[in-house]
């Protein structure tokens, strides 16, 4: 149980999410994939509420906070950059570019800053939910498909 809570945690972690929590999961070796997989879902979808109803908020005040001004500037920045280049190549489709920007699981391109992109566009958050979801479970499949490949291959090579 204890190998669960580690992989929500994991799941739960900016830059990391799912898609490092899948493959350290697999590498533990003894639970099942399925598990692994509902653990990091459950634990990448339980911020999104929270970033998608607060963060532009936190972050424009956290922009005028001294000495981490800056830094809370760097993040709201590169939020609204990821947004509106989302935005330009989307159209109409923002919702579907939101669940494709989610579900490939390339670093940056996750739960945490897909959820700060919705919100620096003013996005519905029900819709904008949705989308992560089916961004976050698609990932889970091919990070679930890529760790076993690649730790199923090591244990051919070291068994």
């Known amino acids: 149980m204890e190998q669960y809570f580690w992989i929500l945690f994991i799941s739960m972690v900016p830059l990391i999410e ?84 989610v579900a490939i699981p390339l670093p940056g391109t996750g739960a945490w800053t897909g959820c700060l992109a919705a919100t620096l566009l003013d996005m519905k958050t029900w819709p904008s939910v949705l989308a992560v979801l089916g961004g976050v479970l698609t990932a889970g499949l091919i990070m679930g498909a890529l760790s076993l490949g690649v730790f199923g291959g090591l244990g051919m090579l070291l068994g």
């Open 18 to 101: 799912l898609r490092g929590a899948i493959p350290v999961g697999v590498a533990m070796g003894n639970l099942p994939l399925l598990g692994i997989y509902i653990a990091a879902i459950i634990g990448n979808m339980l911020p999104v509420p929270i970033i998608l109803l607060f963060a532009k908020k936190v972050l424009i005040w956290c922009t005028k906070l001294p000495y981490v001004g800056k830094f809370f500037g760097m993040i709201y920045n590169k939020g609204v950059k990821a947004g509106t280049k989302m935005q330009e190549k989307a159209g109409r489709g923002l919702y579907f570019a939101l669940f494709l920007f």
